[in-house]
């Protein structure tokens, strides 16, 4: 599975911004696969934000991200898209979109170790 995400940028706090994630390969048809935004800011954790599932198109969120922002998944382009609104400060760093392919229990969908496939990250930066 290749990843790539696009659609970073800079934007004032209050603002959105929606990504994409191009997702390819042969597996990309696969029932057993899951795809999920993350977030690394510099000195800390990636951060799990919400991933969304094949098999069911069932998406899950961190609490935190409920209700600003939405996972949805275009079949016809094969991206899975993270529409951001209400953007604040904390919200910056840089957004990489993952792959894996197998279980997808709650527990697994949200850690970035589980994830055997990423794409390269996009800058987000919001300012005050």
């Known amino acids: 599975v290749q990843l790539q995400a696009s659609g970073g940028g800079l934007v004032q706090a209050g603002g959105s911004l929606r990504l994409a994630c191009a997702v390819s390969?042969?597996?990309?048809?696969?029932?057993?696969?899951?795809v999920g935004w993350f977030r690394q800011v510099p000195g800390k954790e990636r951060e799990w934000i919400g991933t969304?599932?094949?098999?069911?198109?069932?998406?899950y969120y961190k609490d935190s991200a409920k209700g600003r922002f939405t996972i949805s998944r275009d079949n016809a382009k094969n991206t899975v898209n993270l529409q951001m609104n209400g953007l604040k400060p904390e919200d910056s760093g840089v957004y990489s979109c993952a792959a894996r392919i197998g279980a997808s229990t709650l527990a697994i969908i949200q850690g970035p170790k589980y994830f055997g496939y990423w794409g390269q990250g996009t800058q987000v930066t919001v300012s005050s």
């Open positions: 969304i599932r094949w098999s069911d198109d069932n998406i």
């Open positions: 390969g042969r597996t990309v048809s696969s029932s057993r696969l899951a």
